[in-house]
């Protein structure tokens, strides 16, 4: 086996410069001018999609030969990289994504994933700990990481037992469940691209950095002041909204307080969550134009030529990021929650069109209040972001209020809904989809 076979190896900086050059210019120009040697070891991991690389805090390693995944104390291991990541076990490694995307999710319950961002290939990950290695609040171990989109989504429904027994019989999956649920697609999608009759050759690779690495990053030495300024300065970039959303929270409550709005506690939270949403600091969900996230391409061939889907395109969701500067469409579901904050219902029972008229109602008054200038958020993103974004909210029925749109509208204004990696003919969009079925759209005015 060659080394680029391996799925865990040694590498040294020149031996892996122009691929992270390819995805992070800035910090390989940065590294460049030190030009570390021997005595600053780089670690080369590779995963499967779907490998459950941090689970619950705990970072597991592909054994280097069968890419096994093991804790990082494994005798599996080799002994000099199990040294080099001292610094963190059994914690995640600092590191950059070479290519692809991993998935940070948060786990409030067991067999439970709450999206909570992707990050994508020159992404360098894991620093706020490391950076400031005192005590933190960063709870580790509510944390999972998983190699690609972790909840994906396949728009049109999946489960019809006589299909599903075929793509049983033909990838030798004879255990693998009939999906009852959104949260189960990624359990059989990850479990169909990992066997051999896939031929998947969608892969993970992660560059960790050793211990040496990492004290240069936080420490004083004035060779690596540039570089350690870079770093620190990004975390901190990137922690704003985290570090003033005492008074995002804070305006918030005053503007039901002004508008004496007094809703359901779970529509708040949808409607802080949206907030976030057109913040770009939490991810909704998008459907997939690339791989990136996942092996879309082949998982779109399967469900067409193996499941046999008929009338409709293969859509599939993924989690993604809002952004005013590439102007794509994110979108929430009703019917798969993923707040950050999860009240109980005031009502057990579901009215998803209730909710949207009750959710588009209160996002309205707050917006208003917002725009009033009575907060004094004049001088802050927030002001500058409600006037460029809009809120669509759609349900599969039409509302006799006609306060919320249908869903088979979706795609009339979001052609990345029809597009998919392989060809597809005379078929529809799945707009009553269980996803789409009840969600809102954040848009670019």
């Given at each position: ?7 865990l ?6 031996d ?5 050059f390819a ?11 030190l ?13 499967r999609?779907g490998?459950?690389i941090?689970d ?7 054994t280097?030969?069968?890419g ?6 494994d ?8 040294k080099?990541l001292?610094y ?6 600092a ?17 439970s994933?709450?999206?909570?961002f992707r ?16 005590m933190?609040?960063h ?12 909840p ?8 019809d037992?006589n299909?599903?027994?075929?793509l049983r019989?033909?990838?030798?999956l004879?255990n ?5 649920t959104?949260?189960?697609?990624w359990?059989i ?9 896939a031929k998947?050759?969608?892969?993970l690779?992660?560059l960790?950095f ?15 002041l540039?570089?350690s300024h870079?770093?620190?300065k ?11 959303k005492?008074?995002i929270?804070?305006?918030f409550s005053?503007a039901?307080a002004?508008r004496?709005?007094r ?13 976030m ?16 996230a ?17 009338r ?15 102007e ?16 109980p ?6 009215n ?29 993103p927030?002001?500058d ?9 759609f ?18 204004e ?7 990696l ?7 969009f ?7 079925r ?8």
């Amino acid at each position: 086996m060659n080394q680029e076979e391996l799925y865990l190896q040694t590498v040294y900086w020149k031996d892996i410069r122009d691929k992270v050059f390819a995805t992070n210019p800035d910090f390989a120009r940065l590294v460049d001018e030190l030009d570390p040697g021997k005595d600053y070891p780089l670690y080369l991991a590779k995963y499967r999609y779907g490998d459950v690389i941090v689970d619950r805090g705990v970072c597991r390693l592909p054994t280097p030969e069968t890419g096994k995944l093991v804790l990082e104390a494994d005798n599996e291991i080799p002994l000099d990289i199990q040294k080099g990541l001292e610094y963190c076990a059994p914690k995640f490694p600092a590191g950059i994504v070479l290519d692809n995307s991993i998935q940070i999710c948060l786990t409030p319950k067991i067999a439970s994933y709450m999206p909570w961002f992707r990050y994508k290939k020159g992404t360098i990950f894991a620093l706020w700990k490391y950076l400031h290695p005192k005590m933190t609040y960063h709870p580790a171990k509510i944390f999972t990481i998983t190699a690609g989109a972790n909840p994906i989504l396949m728009t049109p429904p999946i489960c019809d037992a006589n299909f599903h027994k075929y793509l049983r019989l033909k990838y030798g999956l004879s255990n693998l469940p009939l999906p009852k649920t959104l949260a189960d697609h990624w359990l059989i999608f990850k479990a169909i691209v990992n066997t051999k009759a896939a031929k998947c050759d969608w892969s993970l690779p992660l560059l960790y950095f050793s211990n040496n690495w990492v004290k240069k990053f936080s420490g004083d030495d004035p060779v690596w002041l540039k570089i350690s300024h870079y770093l620190f300065k990004r975390v901190y970039i990137h922690s704003d909204f985290w570090r003033n959303k005492k008074y995002i929270d804070y305006a918030f409550s005053c503007a039901q307080a002004n508008r004496n709005l007094r809703p359901n506690p779970y529509i708040v939270d949808t409607a802080k969550h949206l907030f976030m949403l057109s913040l770009g600091e939490a991810d909704g969900f998008v459907p997939a134009i690339d791989n990136d996230a996942a092996p879309i391409d082949l998982l779109q061939k399967i469900y067409l030529e193996d499941y046999g889907l008929r009338r409709y395109i293969p859509t599939i969701f993924v989690s993604d990021s809002f952004s005013l500067q590439n102007e794509r469409p994110v979108y929430y579901s009703l019917t798969h929650p993923t707040t950050l904050e999860f009240s109980p219902k005031a009502r057990k029972f579901e009215n998803h069109i209730y909710d949207l008229r009750e959710l588009k109602h209160v996002m309205g008054r707050i917006i208003d209040e917002i725009k009033s200038g009575r907060l004094g958020f004049e001088d802050t993103p927030i002001i500058d972001t409600i006037g460029k974004v809009k809120f669509d909210y759609f349900h599969i029925r039409k509302d006799i209020f006609y306060e919320i749109r249908m869903t088979k509208e979706m795609a009339n204004e979001d052609p990345n809904l029809t597009k998919t990696l392989v060809p597809t003919k005379n078929k529809l969009f799945a707009y009553t989809g269980e996803f789409v079925r009840s969600c809102v759209r954040v848009s670019v005015v």
